[in-house]
C-alpha cells in the first residue's frame, strides 16, 4: 500500500509540475508576445487560467499525502495515547467518507456541464474534462484518508511531511 501511494504521490507531482510549467511558458508567451511583438496569441490566458485550475486541485491531493493541510491544531494534543489514536484514525475515516461525498457531487457536476455542453470562452473546447480534475481530486484524497486510517503509520506526523 505503501508502494501505490508512493506511485500514486509522484505521478500527482508530476502532473502538477507539468501543469505548472505550462502555465508559466504560456503567461511568459503571452506577455513577450505583446510587449516585444505587439502580437497576443488568441485563448493563451484562458488556457493558463485551466491549467492552473488543474495544478491547484492536484495540489489539493499533494497536502493530503503530506498531512500538509492549512487546519488548526489547537486540538491536537488535547486526547493522547490510545483514544487519540482512534479518534485520529475515526477522523481519517469521516473524512475519507467526505471526500468522496464531495466526489460524487463533483461527477455531478461534471455531468450536467457534459449534458449542458457547457464550453470555454473564446476557444469553444468542452470543460467536462478539464473539470474531471475534481472528483479526481476527491477521490484521491479520500483513498490516502482511508489508508491513513488503515495503517496510520502511513501518514505523515506533521505539516512537514516528515514520517
Do not use: C
Request: net charge neutral; proline share 4%.
Amino acid at each position: 500500500m505503501e508502494r501505490a501511494l508512493g506511485i500514486l504521490t509522484r505521478v500527482e507531482s508530476v502532473v502538477a509540475a507539468m501543469a505548472y510549467t505550462i502555465v508559466a511558458i504560456l503567461l511568459i508567451g503571452d506577455v513577450i508576445g505583446r510587449e516585444v511583438f505587439n502580437v497576443s496569441i488568441l485563448g493563451t490566458k484562458i488556457i493558463a487560467v485551466y491549467t492552473a485550475i488543474v495544478a491547484g486541485f492536484v495540489g489539493f491531493s499533494l497536502a493530503t499525502a503530506a498531512n500538509a493541510h492549512l487546519r488548526p491544531e489547537a486540538f491536537d494534543r488535547l486526547v493522547t495515547g490510545p483514544a487519540g489514536d482512534a479518534l485520529a484514525r475515526t477522523g481519517d475515516a469521516v473524512t475519507g467518507v467526505f471526500y468522496l461525498v464531495l466526489a460524487w457531487f463533483g461527477f455531478t457536476f461534471v455531468q450536467f456541464s457534459m449534458e449542458a455542453g457547457d464550453r470555454a470562452a473564446v476557444l469553444y473546447f468542452a470543460l467536462w474534462p478539464i473539470q474531471l480534475i475534481i472528483p479526481y481530486t476527491f477521490v484521491s484524497s479520500a483513498i490516502r484518508h482511508f489508508a491513513f486510517a488503515w495503517r496510520p503509520e502511513l501518514k505523515p506526523n506533521n505539516v512537514a511531511g516528515e514520517r
